[in-house]
């Protein structure tokens, strides 16, 4: 089996105000292991905590959803959990000014970002490109 791919992408600390252009680094998981040319991304969105190093591979998508469907799994940690803090680490994420950010809305965009970096990075065509490779070297 291939490994779970750990990195992060810089989201907009505020989806709705374009005129604020503050970012912050999202954490984001995937595995490509089961992953065929059309398969679907199959998102785990990350629970009120932070991710940990097995969240993919310990989850029935990866055992059961991603082997069935063809799919690239993708978890995504929740801002202000884990290593997704908007702003420095310790207190300053969690003044009262600074947690409006925290929203159900702005969790919901910052998936919308994942998935769209997803299909923009070229993670899924690289690997329909060696797919494609490896089944035309069998012949």
């Known amino acids: 089996s291939g490994e779970t791919i750990i990195t992060s992408i810089i989201v907009p600390l505020d989806h709705f105000n374009k005129s604020d252009t503050r970012t912050f680094p999202l954490q984001v998981q995937y595995n490509a292991d089961f992953y065929r040319p059309g398969g679907p991304i199959l998102l785990l969105v990350g629970p009120e905590r ?3 190093a097995y969240e993919i591979t310990l989850s029935s998508l990866y055992s059961e959803f ?3 469907l063809n799919g690239i799994i993708v978890a995504s940690e929740h801002r202000y959990y884990g290593k997704s803090l908007p702003f420095s680490p310790g207190v300053e994420s969690y003044t ?3 947690l409006q950010y925290l929203t159900i809305e702005q969790t919901l965009q910052d998936n919308i970002y994942v ?3 997803i299909q923009s990075s070229n993670i ?3 690997l329909s490109s060696s797919w494609s490779s490896s089944l035309s070297s069998l012949n």
Do not use: V
């Open 50 to 52: 932070g991710l940990t």
């Open 66 to 68: 991603a082997p069935a």
């Open 96 to 98: 009262l000014s600074n």
């Open 115 to 117: 998935i769209q970096w």
């Open 124 to 126: 899924t065509s690289s």
